[in-house]
């Protein structure tokens, strides 16, 4: 079982539409959980983190976490062809271990 | 303005030759890491810093080697590389490892084959 899984996509999303993306993890001493965005060629950029469980949205993104599940997700309403991207999730234990765990990201398609 | 900075940005070699990799950030950041990146592997962890001195592994540390000197260098060095080593490798920094507004700074990548 992978450490930290998502779905690969693509994931094709009308421009307008919500775009649901999803996180599953396995270590369940994991502390923090963050989003990354990819574009095409280029380096990842936090776009959101999320330490409790519930909701916490900034702009048109909404992250959700569920520690019981084990489950992370990322909600972006509004979607825009600049959307358009890579998402990884990643999630760390903190506490002394500073280790970094990526997903192998979903691949996001806004459609026009 | 504030940045990591690695180079080169690509780089073809031959199986055996040694080959360094340079990160620098100038944002006083206790905390760097090194990562690849491969189709449908995703960003591993290759070695991670928290400070001058300290390294630690990550997932992938073979083939490997860090070293951190001073702060804002963190280079990575292939001591003899082999094809598997090809992949897309970033540096990353970040100040506030550990609290709740922590954040990963990459750089631009270096895009290495190995022949």
């Known amino acids: 079982q992978k450490e930290v899984e998502q779905n690969s996509g693509p994931l094709s999303v009308p421009e307008g539409a919500i775009a649901s993306l999803n996180c599953t993890y396995s270590d369940r001493g994991s502390q923090s959980f963050f989003w990354y965005r990819q574009y095409s060629g280029k380096s990842p950029e936090l776009i959101m983190s999320i330490y409790s469980n519930g909701d916490k949205e900034d702009g048109r993104f909404t992250a959700q976490l569920n520690k019981a599940s084990q489950y992370v997700s990322l909600l972006i309403r509004d979607s825009q062809p600049s959307d358009s991207a890579t998402y990884l999730c990643a999630v760390k234990r903190n506490f002394g271990n500073e280790k970094l765990t990526f997903g192998t990201g979903t691949r996001l398609t806004i459609i026009p | 303005e504030a940045q990591v900075t690695q180079n080169p940005r690509y780089l073809i070699t031959v199986t055996g030759k040694k080959l360094t990799v340079t990160c620098s950030q100038n944002m006083n950041h206790e905390y760097m890491s090194w990562y690849r990146q491969d189709p449908g592997l995703g960003l591993r962890q290759i070695y991670y810093s928290m400070n001058v001195e300290v390294t630690d592994k990550g997932d992938v540390p073979e083939g490997y080697k860090v070293s951190r000197k001073e702060k804002r260098n963190f280079p990575l060095i292939l001591e003899s590389p082999s094809p598997n080593q090809t992949s897309l490798y970033f540096c990353?920094?970040?100040?506030?490892?550990?609290?709740?507004?922590?954040?990963?700074?990459f750089g631009s990548g270096t895009q290495l084959s190995v022949l």
């Open positions: 990353a920094s970040s100040s506030l490892f550990g609290s709740t507004n922590e954040k990963l700074f």
